[in-house]
């Protein structure tokens, strides 16, 4: 990692108000977990390259090292066939730079742009379908996970990635998602779609909004399911109206839930 890109993510972990939610590549405890996450998690990278995406991403994102290495094994195999890798919920984006730098180790350059949408603004409100726990959540830290956009434009050019490779979508959900559906649709659907907003309305908002854009045999991950209540509920919600019900299953580690777009 560049000084530049260090100073970068120290700036936005300060600014998040969030800085016990990320992980310190030089930890003991990041790399056990890490060095279990690339020999658990298969898939097109090798263990030893999978394990140098999870250190360079680790200051930038909350997810497990296992969650982040089944996300950038997934994006590796997803881009093989073209369209597009959304990521509803980026934060500081380190997830989704995970799924950019597996496919340029792949292919030498990122073949399906990664989308990156957020409100940048912190996480909205939750409602009373996401549970005791979200409330308690908020009332610890009202707005949490504020990140300035500018700052995550800036981590992603330090890691040599451009507007093409990785468009950030900055707004909320129910504004930015509707906005993009041409444009998703143009570039050739989604490959890959990581849901990762925690709540209820922005889980239903970007699965009723988007799942009609994931190729047949695209691969949805969905982080929360186990994590939040809202979650799982708007999941169960918006699947049981599809005319094939994908069926759920969980990711390595229990690090979310995933399914294959069915064909219908
Ligand atoms: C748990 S964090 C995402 C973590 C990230 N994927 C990572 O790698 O660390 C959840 C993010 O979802 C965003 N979010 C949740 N609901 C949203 C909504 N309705 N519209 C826009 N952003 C939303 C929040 O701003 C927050 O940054």
Known sequence: MTDKATTLAHAAREAAGSCAL??????????RKAVA????????????????????????????PI?????AQE??????????????GAWMGGTSFAMALAQRRRFGRVRAPVWMFDSFKGLPQPDARDGEAA????ERQPRPLAVPVDTVRALRDALGFGESDAPIVPGWFDQTLPQSVAALRAGGGIAL????????????TALRTLLPLVRVGGVVII????????????????LAAEPVVPRLRTAPGAAGAWFVRAGG
């Open 22 to 31: 990320v992980r310190d590549p030089a930890s003991f405890s990041f790399l």
């Open 75 to 88: 994006a590796a195999k997803a881009a093989e066939g073209g369209g597009q890798i959304v990521e509803c």
């Open 37 to 64: 996450a690339v020999m658990t998690v298969s898939g097109p990278l090798s263990p030893l390259a999978l394990f140098r995406i999870l250190r360079r991403v680790a200051p930038y994102t909350m997810v497990p």
């Open 135 to 138: 409330f308690r959540l908020m």
């Open 223 to 238: 982080d929360d399911y186990y994590a939040w209540e809202g979650c799982a509920r708007a999941v169960h919600e918006v």
């Open 67 to 71: 969650g982040v290495a089944f996300a």
């Open 193 to 204: 779609l990581r849901l990762d907003g925690d709540w209820y309305e922005s889980t239903l």
